[in-house]
């Protein structure tokens, strides 16, 4: 049993907290939107790729 808790959002779309051990075949995904001028957002781009490159993220 781990010490902390760790919580997760059920299929059901609900949040749950447990103490057991956390299944590591998780498949999150974050969606985030700004909208900024063309001038801001072709920097943004640049930096987002940067990201993905990085952290090794994909585009679903």
Known sequence: ???QP???IGR???A????DEPNL???DR?????L???AIADAL???AIAWQRELGLVES
């Open 45 to 47: 781009a640049s930096r």
């Open 36 to 38: 900024v001028e063309s």
């Open 6 to 8: 760790w919580f997760g």
């Open 16 to 19: 749950f907290f447990r103490w």
């Open 1 to 3: 049993m781990n010490e």
């Open 25 to 27: 075949d998780r498949n």
């Open 30 to 34: 974050l969606f985030f939107v700004i």
């Open 12 to 14: 059901n779309g609900q």
